[in-house]
Nanobody
Framework: QVQLVESGGGLVQAGGSLRLSCAAS????????MAWFRRAPGKEREFVAA????????NYPDSVKDRFTISRDNAKNTVYLHMNSLLPEDTAVYYC???????????????WGQGLQVTVSS
């Protein structure tokens, strides 16, 4: 069993930056692929970023590529999402997730954090 807790969200102006953290407890994160998803009001949960167990491979949708970076520190059991050049359309609840393989598919991840709000003002 893995428990995931996100932190670092909040309110930021357009063009600003935030770093989200996802700390794990219960089991080591080194066995899992990790991902970030988000859900904007009235929309489905959307894939944002993923990394494999070592951090050597990453994947992003075009909407955040070159602005967001996922990284992980397995020694600290923590995954990060560095968000730069934020846009109002990045406003959403952000979730971290853990699963056996690096994928963009929500249901492939068995463990989820509680989510945290990121609001980007224009």
């Amino acid at each position: 069993q893995v428990q995931l807790v996100e932190s670092g969200g909040g309110l930021v102006q357009a063009g600003g930056s935030l770093r989200l953290s996802c700390a794990a407890s219960g089991r080591t994160l080194g066995s899992y692929a990790m991902a970030w998803f988000r859900r904007a009001p009235g929309k489905e949960r959307e894939f944002v970023a993923a990394t494999n167990w070592s951090g050597a491979r990453t994947n992003y949708p075009d909407s955040v590529k070159d602005r967001f970076t996922i990284s992980r520190d397995n020694a600290k059991n923590t995954v990060y999402l560095h968000m730069n050049s934020l846009l109002p359309e990045d406003t959403a609840v952000y979730y971290c997730a853990a699963g056996p393989t690096m994928t963009t598919i929500v249901k492939e991840y068995g463990y989820w954090g509680q989510g945290l709000q990121v609001t980007v003002s224009s």
